[in-house]
Structures are given as structure tokens and as C-alpha cells.
């Protein structure tokens, strides 16, 4: 009989770890299996009418704007090229110009006859073939709105000027060349509609109003958030507002606002109620489609075109046909509406399960690897045996963190979005570091010179700082030496901004400084440094002159202080002269110094243009343009998303920037010494 022990029951070695634990193993297998399982039932789930809330249609819209249905499957469209299509299944069987914008559609209730309205005033009637008859109907103003009141004729709205309280609410009986009523309102028209016995309007300067279509009298007026854009009649004598600002409000019968949300922050530019399901349904400027029920509450949101919803218009099969200014018509089922609010709900569901799911794994995974528990485990206790000094330490990095790193995080997002003053933050991917690097003349010309200042700048803190450190340094004379390292240290307490504003003056074209050397010398000089193209970059570049900057200037003493002086001792000894002191011994040993000095003005150069701002603004033309300076002027111009996409180009700069010269171990040493 063998009696060999089988390889899995033998002991552990002395000094051997196990690299897994097999508990940990369990719960990662059984925690995969909870993700797959999870993961099939909500995919099962997600299985309900919501494939049919939307169903496409034949017809395809090309820069409509206004739109009638004459039943189902006939409509009536007027183009924003000043065109009225008669639609039959998205076919164009008639066709009729006009020379203004269309403003407004209707017919007749036997759709024996349409009118037509246009900013110039007139009111056009066609027959079904959209041939003319008669003469037009001539109002006061532009037309702004019709609406067809059944057989009780229709409503105009009309007015004087685009911001101006010569606006009207007119009712015509059909054929009728004189009103019934005419009532002015406060402002600008923007929206009508009416219900059985009652006209409604919105204006431009966010008033709604209600007119008794008995006798035109005013029956209330209410103000909501923002200027208006649609607004329909409601069920009970009530109206549904939408404003410019995506703010949906219900004002009751008597003119309160029952309730108002925010369902986006885009144009609201098609409303429609379903009275089966107690719906409200509005579409934005993008697109997007939005449910709210009866308390204002929201259902549903979804994207179902690529341009503006203009409309979205009832059937009487109870369904909605949804028209964008540009693509396909869809047809809208409010019966399925619950199935797709239930499979929202369930992707929201899905997508916590598969958070919380990876989070597990990711526990259960340090548990089974013993060498990452152990160090885990250990560094958790001793951050619990420091506590009170990380506790002490917690309001710092909290300020770090709200300060320092949330707005360079934030920055980065914004780069990738189309934020801007005034709009609504939209992501659109690289859009923005595509146009900067392929269409931004301004970028391109300003990456030039950045790279000229960048040079220019480098060479500026390596020479003369270093000339100046050696001359003090060498100096026999204590008294001297520190005489001469006050002089050129007190510069330093002159605000930067100053010897900027200093240094325009030298350059003055009449009593600057530089052409009066210059005319001193017989040069009969009166250029104009800072506004001609071929020499403002360069004065730039040179103002500062005989650049002695004080911290480089620290920088190199300090250097030159820490060098072991039996160096020079032996050097002396050797006979060395001070030419090759300095290259053998001095430089050499200054070069952590150096490439310290050199990421600051590598870093400066990049991000720099507070001095080019004062000098010349970027000009003259663009011709003193940095990309520093294009981030702000963006920033000004109120386009913040651009401008952040210029900001992290410049941060991937110097952050490369700042790895070739970490990798550098003298630089490195000179960060440590610091």
C-alpha cells in the first residue's frame, strides 16, 4: 500500500505563506456568479413596452418649422425657406412660396380652406390645392400665432416690433374681414392657443394671460421664470407654460401656478397633454423628449431627434407625432410610457448593482491575495495608530482638495464640454482640442512664440544670474561681497507689475529711453518697440535687461556656498586658472541648481502672459500671441470649456515638461536639498 502523502496535504514549508485564501476565492467565485445572475434578471426585466413608446414615419423633415395635421396621415409644413408643402405619407403633393416668413397654420374644420400668416402682416387663405383666394387679411404689425377655433373661426396673434407693448390677441370669424374683438396684451407675443371658451398667451417678457372668447376681456395674468416659447391649453380651463429656460409650469383656471420643474436647461419648443394618462409631454431645442405627471413630477426622459422637436402634435387615435426641424417623424405611444419610465428605473438599478458588485470584487480580491492583505491590513493600522495626527492633518487636505485639486479636476471636465456663460454645459468629447489644434490660428501662432519665450527664457536664468553669483562669490572682501548681494537683492521688493509698466515707458517711440541711448549714439531712432510686428516680441523678450532675477540669483549662491572648498583649494594647487575652475568644478556641481532654475522658467514660459498682457495685449495683429493669453481671452469671451481645453494643453506641456526633468537625478537632488 502507498502510503507517499498526496502533494495537496502536505505542510507548509517553514517560513512559507500561502499566496491566496481560499475563502477569499470562494467569495470571488460566488460574487461573479451574483454579478451574472443580477446582471440576466435586470436584462430580463428591461424586456417591457418600452420598445414600443416610439415608432418611426415616413416623413422626414428638412428645416421645418411650423406644422398642421389635417388628419393622420396629411399635413401641412411651413419651411424656414418660406415654403407651405402639403404632406401626404411624408410625400410633397403641393406646394406654394411666399416671400416673409411663415408664422402661422391653420384650416378650416372641412379643410376646404387654410390660412396662412407671415411677418408682414398678412393673412393668406389657399384652397386644398394651396392655390389663392382672394385678397389677404391685413393686420396690425407681424403675425406671430393662429389658431383655429372649430367653427367659431380662429385667433391671431399680432403685433408691432420684436420688444414692444404693441401686441394684440384678435378673433376672426372665417372669411370675415373685420374682427369680432381685439385685445391688447403687455408685450411681445411669443406663444397662442385657446381651449373651448377661453384664448391664452405668452409673451416675451415671461407674462401668461387668459382672454374670454365671448367678448375679449382679460380674465387674468401671471409671471413664470423666463421668457416663453410654447404654451397649450390644458383639460379644467388650465394652460401648460414652457419657457426658454426649460422650466415646464401648469397655471390653473384662475391663474396660479399650480406647479412648475425644470426639466432641462434648453428651449422648451413642443407641449402636448395626454388625457388618457394624465401626461405631459415637452420637447427641448436638443432633441429630447420629457414625461411629467399630474403633480409635476418626471417620468421619462429620452433623446429622439438630432435638431430642435418644433412640435409634437395629437391624433386622434390618442397617439403623438413627434416633428423635429431636421429628421424623421416619430410616432408616440403615451400607453407605453410606464413600461419605459419602469426600464429607466431598471438601467438605474443595473447600473447601481454592477457599482456595488465591482466595489465587492474589488474587497474580495485584498482578501484573497495574502501578501496584498497583510500590507493592507498594516497600513490601516498604522494610519489607526496615528489617527489624531491625520485627524490634525484632515482640514489641510480638505482645503487642498477643495481648492487646489477640485478646480484643476474640474477644468479637465470642462475641456471636454461646451460650457460657456449664458449656456448649458453639454459634453462633446475632443470637439474642442481638435478645433484648438487644427483650426485655432491664434493657438498655432501663440505655440510659436511660446516656444521662442521658452528658449529665450531658459538661456536668461542660466547666464546672467550665474555670471553675477560667481563675480559676488569670488570677491576677497566680505564687507564687498555682501554690499554687492543688497544691491542686486533689493530690485526684488519692486512689484513685477511695475517694472513692467517701467519698462513700456523705455520703450516709448518718443521719450522712451531706448531711442534716446540710441540718439545719443548718432542713431536718429524713434521705432515704436511694442507696435511693430517685427520687434514687439523681442522687446518683450528683452525688457528685464541685464535679467538678474533674485531668486536665480539666490539660487546660484547658494550653490556655490555648499561646494566643499578643498576643491578649490586643490584646483588652485593644480594651477588650474578660473576658466577651468568654472567648467571643471563649479558648473559641474551647480547643475541641480540649474535644472531647478530651469523648470521654473520652463514653467513660467508655458503659463505666462501677465507681462505680454500689459505690453501689448498680444499684439500688434497677434504677433505677441501665447496660448496662455488666447486661454484668457476665451475665458473673458465667456467660452469657459475652450478655454479649459487650452489649460490642459498647456498643464500636458509642463507636465511633461516635469518628468524629463525629475527623471533628471541631479534635479532630483536639488528638490531634495530644497
Do not use: C
Not at 420643474?261 to 423628449?289: H, K, P
Request: hydrophobic content about 45%.
Amino acid at each position: 500500500m502507498d502510503t507517499t502523502p498526496r502533494q495537496d496535504m502536505l505542510p507548509l514549508a517553514a517560513g512559507a505563506e500561502r499566496r491566496y485564501n481560499r475563502v477569499g476565492i470562494i467569495a470571488l467565485v460566488i460574487l461573479l456568479v451574483l454579478a451574472v445572475a443580477g446582471n440576466v434578471a435586470l436584462l430580463a426585466a428591461l424586456g417591457g413596452d418600452s420598445t414600443t413608446l416610439l415608432e418611426g414615419r415616413t416623413e422626414n423633415s428638412d428645416d421645418y418649422g411650423i406644422v398642421h395635421f389635417l388628419d393622420p396621415n396629411r399635413a401641412l409644413v411651413g419651411t424656414l425657406s418660406n415654403q407651405l408643402l402639403l404632406l401626404n405619407d411624408g410625400e410633397v403633393v403641393a406646394e406654394a412660396p411666399f416671400t416673409t416668413p411663415i408664422t402661422g397654420i391653420i384650416a378650416t374644420p372641412d379643410d376646404s380652406t387654410i390660412y396662412v400668416g407671415t411677418s408682414d402682416g398678412q393673412i393668406t387663405m389657399l384652397d386644398a390645392q394651396l392655390n389663392v383666394q382672394g385678397e389677404p387679411l391685413a393686420v396690425n404689425g407681424r403675425v406671430v400665432g393662429l389658431k383655429a377655433l372649430g367653427e367659431d373661426g380662429f385667433l391671431v396673434g399680432h403685433g408691432i416690433g420684436p420688444f414692444s407693448d404693441q401686441y394684440w390677441v384678435t378673433r376672426y370669424a372665417y372669411g370675415a374681414t373685420e374682427p369680432d374683438f381685439s385685445t391688447r396684451v403687455e408685450f411681445t407675443i411669443s406663444a397662442l392657443d385657446a381651449s373651448a371658451d377661453t384664448a391664452f398667451y405668452g409673451t416675451a417678457n415671461a407674462r401668461t394671460g387668459a382672454i374670454s372668447l365671448a367678448d375679449g376681456e382679460k380674465l387674468w395674468s401671471t409671471t413664470v421664470s423666463r421668457p416663453i416659447t410654447k404654451l397649450i391649453a390644458v383639460d379644467e380651463g388650465g394652460v401648460l407654460v414652457g419657457d426658454e429656460r426649460g422650466n415646464l409650469s401648469l397655471i390653473n383656471s384662475a391663474g396660479e401656478v399650480s406647479w412648475e420643474v425644470n426639466v432641462t436647461g434648453y428651449q422648451l419648443r413642443g407641449l402636448n397633454y395626454d388625457s388618457t394618462t394624465d401626461t405631459y409631454f415637452a420637447g427641448d431645442s436638443e432633441g429630447d423628449l420629457y414625461a411629467v405627471n399630474s403633480s409635476g413630477e418626471p417620468m421619462l426622459t429620452m433623446t429622439v431627434a438630432d435638431s430642435n422637436i418644433e412640435g409634437i402634435y395629437a391624433l386622434e387615435t390618442g397617439q403623438k407625432i413627434i416633428v423635429p426641424r431636421r429628421g424623421n417623424w416619430q410616432t408616440l405611444n403615451p400607453a407605453a410610457l410606464s413600461g419605459a419610465g419602469a426600464a429607466q428605473q431598471v438601467q438605474t438599478a443595473q447600473l447601481a448593482f454592477n457599482l456595488g458588485t465591482v466595489l465587492a470584487l474589488i474587497i474580495a480580491a485584498v482578501y484573497t491575495i495574502e501578501k496584498l492583505r497583510s500590507r493592507t491590513g498594516k497600513q490601516l493600522f498604522r494610519m489607526w495608530r496615528g489617527r489624531i495626527g491625520y485627524f490634525l492633518l484632515l482640514p489641510s487636505l480638505i482645503l487642498i482638495l477643495v481648492f487646489g485639486y477640485y478646480p484643476a479636476f474640474m477644468a479637465i471636465y470642462y475641456s471636454f464640454t461646451n460650457f460657456s456663460a449664458g449656456g448649458v454645459v453639454e459634453f462633446i468629447g475632443l470637439d474642442n482640442y481638435i478645433r484648438i489644434l487644427t483650426q485655432d490660428r491664434f493657438f498655432g501662432i501663440g505655440f510659436g512664440n511660446m516656444v521662442l519665450i521658452v528658449i529665450t527664457n531658459i538661456i536668461k536664468v542660466i547666464t546672467m544670474p550665474l555670471l553675477i553669483a560667481e563675480l559676488i562669490f569670488w570677491l576677497k572682501n566680505e564687507g564687498r561681497r555682501y554690499l554687492f548681494r543688497t544691491l542686486y537683492l533689493l530690485p526684488a521688493v519692486v512689484p513685477g507689475l511695475v517694472i513692467v509698466y517701467m519698462w513700456r515707458m523705455v520703450y516709448d517711440p518718443y521719450d522712451g529711453l531706448l531711442n534716446r541711448l540710441l540718439q545719443v549714439f548718432g542713431v536718429n531712432a524713434s521705432t515704436a518697440w511694442l507696435a511693430n510686428e517685427q520687434t514687439a516680441l523681442w522687446a518683450i523678450i528683452g525688457a528685464g535687461f541685464p535679467w538678474i532675477g533674485a531668486f536665480p540669483l539666490l539660487i546660484y549662491m547658494g550653490g556655490l556656498l555648499n561646494i566643499n572648498s578643498e576643491l578649490f583649494e586643490a584646483a588652485r594647487i593644480d594651477g588650474a586658472n578660473w576658466w577651468v575652475r568654472f567648467w571643471r568644478i563649479d558648473f559641474p556641481l551647480l547643475r541641480p541648481q540649474t535644472m531647478l532654475l530651469v523648470f521654473f522658467a520652463f514653467n513660467g514660459a508655458v503659463s505666462g502672459f501677465e507681462h505680454i498682457f500689459v505690453f501689448t495685449r498680444g499684439g500688434p495683429g497677434i504677433a505677441t500671441y501665447v496660448p496662455g493669453l488666447q486661454m484668457y481671452f476665451r475665458i473673458a469671451e465667456g467660452e469657459f470649456g475652450y478655454a479649459s481645453a487650452i489649460g490642459a494643453i498647456l498643464f500636458i506641456i509642463v507636465f511633461i515638461g516635469t518628468l524629463v526633468l525629475v527623471g533628471n537625478k541631479r534635479f532630483a537632488i536639488a528638490l531634495d536639498n530644497d
